[in-house]
């Protein structure tokens, strides 16, 4: 790493990340750490310009007014307090606060505005390229942002020692699995393995009715089928994951309880010992999108909306069938491209269809037509936690009901779910 950092060091601040944030925009890296960070840990951080303690109210831990270890104050490195023993807190918002930071930052710190995708491909390429040699790294490729801009990255560094592995379990959106073929085997040469195992998810979904057993069906059956996919290839020691900062700064730190655990193809058998190349775990999201558009990945890979790990899976409302899966991706591509076309895209936060196994009584040529009801959802929201309703014009929506129902087998009603997060969630299961 060639780019002057900033350390913070969480001394019970709920804000970090924040701050991190914040310094990142004025383009100088930073990095987040416990408060108790070693001598040694400390001196193995290349280029530290400068260390914020980071009080606030998470100081007490066991009862105990935590500190820095007497290595940070003696490292002769510029130092500020924020919050932290006595010292004043950061003013909430406003050109006071940039202003005191980017004095610490430029002023006393004399850090330079340096990071930036160019220079961090460039890192990143180097270190991967140190730590794997010449052997090989396997990476289980699904498509969404994180997998495909480290796959992206990792064949800039180290080419055909790669292998991608693709898992087509019938729960993608459409058009998906064929994009990532075309994307990285043609266009990029990656050494991909595509499995078609749509056959053996269906067959073990078939009649689970419970979105939790769903759940964990899928995610056991992707771990069973990478696995032999993996046992099927010659000396690989490393396993590629799209682990990102926020995934580990959720883990926890020391002042504030893990939020969830981080591990993305968790669950891998012990024998199968990979050591593991994570080269976007310091990047924030924004940040991965950046470093995916600057490898030159398609938009639509790097800025398609967040989908659930187990996919059409819990969008086609309980025991799956075959024929409504069909008309959940068909309303969804629908939905899609209408969103598109009409300027919606990348201003509604998240869009997509469901069908509930209910069918109700319509007309067809003429004819009674006993055919389910898709429901269109389409939210907005900043953190996730809460979100509200799209106001989607009416004229658009009748659009696209007249499309659904005379273009998607199966379907002869159209809902629009009003609700927001309270008291729906953002998915239906
Ligand atoms: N269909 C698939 N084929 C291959 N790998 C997959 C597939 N689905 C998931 N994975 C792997 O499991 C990881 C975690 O999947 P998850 O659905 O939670 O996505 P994620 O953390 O948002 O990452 P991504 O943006 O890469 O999808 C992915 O990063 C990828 O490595």
Known sequence: MKQDMILILDLGSDENTRLAREIRALGVYTEIHPH????????????????????????????????AAPAVYESGLPIWSVDHKGSPALAAEGPEREQAIASFVFDTCRAESNWNMENFIADQVELIRNQVGGRKVLLALSGGVDSSVVAA???????????????????????????????????????????????????KLAGVADPEAKRKIIGAEFIRVFEEEARKLEGIEFLAQGTIYPDIIESGTKTVKAVKSHHN??????????????PLSMLFKDEVRACGVALGLPASMVYRQPFPGPGLGVRC???????????????DAILREEFADNG?????????????????VGVRDGKRADEWAVI???????????????????ALLQK????????????????FDLTPKPTGTIEFE
Request: aromatic share 4%; charged share 25%; net charge negative.
């Open 265 to 278: 193809v968790g669950g891998l058998p012990e024998d199968l010992q990979f050591q593991l190349v994570e």
């Open 317 to 331: 409302l309980g025991a799956i069938t075959r024929d409504r899966l069909e008309a959940v991706r068909e309303s």
């Open 376 to 394: 269109i959802r389409a939210v907005n929201t900043i953190d996730a936690m809460t979100a509200t309703v799209e106001d989607v014009p009416f």
């Open 153 to 203: 990255l990792l064949i800039k560094a180290i080419g055909d020692q790669l292998t991608c592995v693709h898992v087509n379990h019938g729960l993608l959106r459409k058009g998906e699995p064929e994009q990532v073929v075309q994307v990285f085997r043609h266009e990029l040469g990656a050494n991909l393995v595509y499995v078609d195992a749509v056959d053996r998810f269906l067959d």
């Open 344 to 360: 919606l895209e990348g201003k509604v936060w998240q869009y997509f269809t469901a069908i509930p196994d209910l069918k109700s």
């Open 400 to 415: 696209i009901t007249g499309r659904i129902t005379s273009e998607v087998k199966g379907v002869n009603r159209v809902l």
């Open 36 to 67: 108790d960070i070693s001598q040694p840990q400390l001196a193995a951080l290349p280029n530290v310009k400068g260390i914020i303690l980071n009080g606030g109210v998470n100081r007490i831990v066991d009862g105990v007014a935590i500190d």
